[in-house]
């Protein structure tokens, strides 16, 4: 087996992955972008949610959010759901693993507040809750998924955003899910700073 070049081949792969999803989501991104920015200037806030490298990719965008993206700022108001080991394994033990997310988003979430909704193949039962809590709420869901979106594209309302990266590899759909996240955090900046660049 020559592992350079099934490197070589991963390299290439993900570089294709995101050309192909460019034109897809430049629009739905820049659309993500403007809806969080205009809950920030109201008061609101994003909380987000995924599972496995899903929740990792949450984790990082409340970090980028809440402490700096690339420039200095103030902190903008975020929160991972997926970080706090007894209210996650409380609501598991004495519900469901399937209401981790959707407890904490019917007790934080408020109207105007945006659901950041990621799952690679759009069919994670405690992201979908997570979905239907954040409705009930009347917040914005953005959703970050890859394939054909799963059951969680049918559920997108109007006002809600889905980010859907057109590849089937799970490895290249999250690649894309990171960049797709850094280019949030560039253009939450750059709408509340006034950047150039």
Not at 38 to 58: P, R, T
Not at 110 to 128: C, E, K, M
Not at 133 to 149: F, K, Y
């Amino acid at each position: 087996m020559d592992l350079q070049s099934r490197i070589r081949r991963h390299f290439a792969d993900s570089i294709e992955a995101k050309r192909t999803a460019v034109d897809a989501l430049a629009a739905p991104l820049e659309r993500a972008s403007r809806a969080i920015v205009d809950s920030l200037m109201h008061e609101g806030k994003v909380l987000a949610c995924g599972n496995g490298g899903s929740a990792a990719d949450a984790q990082h965008f409340a970090a980028e959010l809440l402490n700096r993206f690339e420039v200095e700022r103030p902190g903008l108001a975020a929160m991972a759901l997926t970080t706090d080991s007894s209210t996650l394994t409380s609501i598991a033990n004495d519900y469901d693993f399937v209401q981790v997310f959707g407890k904490q988003v019917r007790a934080l979430g408020r109207a105007g507040d945006v659901l950041l909704a990621i799952s690679t193949s759009g069919n994670s039962p405690n992201v979908i809750d997570a979905i239907q809590a954040a409705q009930e709420r009347d917040m914005i869901v953005v959703a970050l998924t890859g394939r054909d979106g799963g059951r969680m594209a049918p559920l997108l309302r109007g006002a809600d955003i889905h980010l859907c990266v057109p590849a089937k590899v799970t490895a290249r759909i999250q690649e894309v899910h990171l960049l797709c996240l850094h280019c949030l955090c560039d253009a939450i900046d750059v709408q509340l700073l006034g950047l150039d660049e």
